[in-house]
């Protein structure tokens, strides 16, 4: 979700730069630093950052200038007129034009009518909603571009759990068949300092709570349809925002590797959990990357 995008126009002889950045983030969140005279345009700025934008942290700053408030102020021409006419009246013979000091007119009451900025914020609106929606394709094509790279890193991350987790299943009936070996030997050595023995069938007992305590295959099951899922997010071709669903999945995933791990205590699938927890957090970290 990380982008940047400027653009600039000149209108009416004002001059307008628009920047905007856009960092990671689970939402939407604008900072938009305006100068003082157009301060009045983030009500409109930030929805219509909000619906192109949809997820991220994002600081849009605006610079603005050739113009301001005071432009837009006008000349009363009925109170000057007016002043000049009691002037004639009162001294028509000393009002000589090249002696009317200007400065000393425009600033008798009600000769300059100040603008309110109203109008100010009427020219620029739209100017800076285009300016936003500029700027925006361009944080959209960055972000298009790295959404590639992150794609390809998330589907090697899916493939090496995968290939990981099929090596898992092969080995987890082996492990019940090692630890039959492991108690048979134990068992027979024990009988034969003592001389007692012992009946097969408590024998076959004890594997089979063995057996049930450490089976795994529900857990790997769940896993492989996770993964699955997780493939099919990332080749739809819908373009739904999809972030949090993937967080969500690799939190399942994590789960269920957590259980594998508790359940089988067999050195071998326990170095391939190991790998397999490690590219799940890798996962984790990208996916807060994703919209």
């Known amino acids: ?16 730069v628009v920047e905007l950045r856009s960092l990671n983030s689970k939402y939407f969140k604008a900072l938009i630093r305006l100068p003082e005279e157009l301060q009045g345009l983030e009500a409109q700025l930030e929805p219509a950052l909000a ?4 997820r991220g942290s994002v600081v849009m700053t605006v610079r603005f200038s050739g113009s301001s408030v005071g432009a837009s102020a006008r000349i009363n021409a009925e109170a000057l007129q007016g002043y000049l006419a009691q002037l004639r009246a009162v001294a028509p013979d000393e009002l000589d034009p090249a002696r009317i000091d200007l400065g000393a007119i425009l600033s008798l009451p009600g000769v300059v009518i100040a603008g309110t900025g ?3 914020l009427q020219r620029a609106a739209p100017v800076l909603l285009r300016l936003a929606d500029e700027v925006c394709d361009k944080v959209l094509a960055m972000r298009s571009r790295e959404g590639r790279t992150t794609l390809d890193q998330l589907h090697e991350h899916g493939r090496q759990i995968a290939d990981r987790l099929t090596k898992v299943a092969q080995r987890a009936p082996v492990v019940v068949e090692h630890y039959q070996q492991r108690l048979q030997e134990r068992i027979n050595a024990l009988l034969a300092e003592s001389g007692s023995a ?6 076959i007992r004890e594997v089979a709570v063995y057996a049930e305590r450490s089976d795994i295959s529900e857990e790997v099951s769940r896993l492989q349809g ?12 819908e373009g739904e925002p999809a972030g949090r669903t993937l967080d969500f999945l690799s939190q399942e995933m994590l789960r269920e590797a957590n259980t594998i791990a508790s359940k089988c205590l067999d050195i071998d699938i326990s170095r391939e959990i190991v790998q397999i927890k490690g590219a799940i957090d ?10």
């Open 1 to 16: 979700m990380t982008g940047f995008g400027a653009a600039a126009t000149e209108v009416d002889g004002a001059r307008y």
């Open 51 to 54: 619906q192109r934008l949809g």
């Open 118 to 120: 109203e109008e100010l």
């Open 198 to 203: 012992i009946g097969q069938e408590d024998l």
């Open 226 to 237: 996770h993964l699955q899922q997780f493939a099919e997010i990332l080749d739809a071709q």
């Open 282 to 291: 890798r996962i984790k970290e990208q996916v807060q990357n994703v919209e």
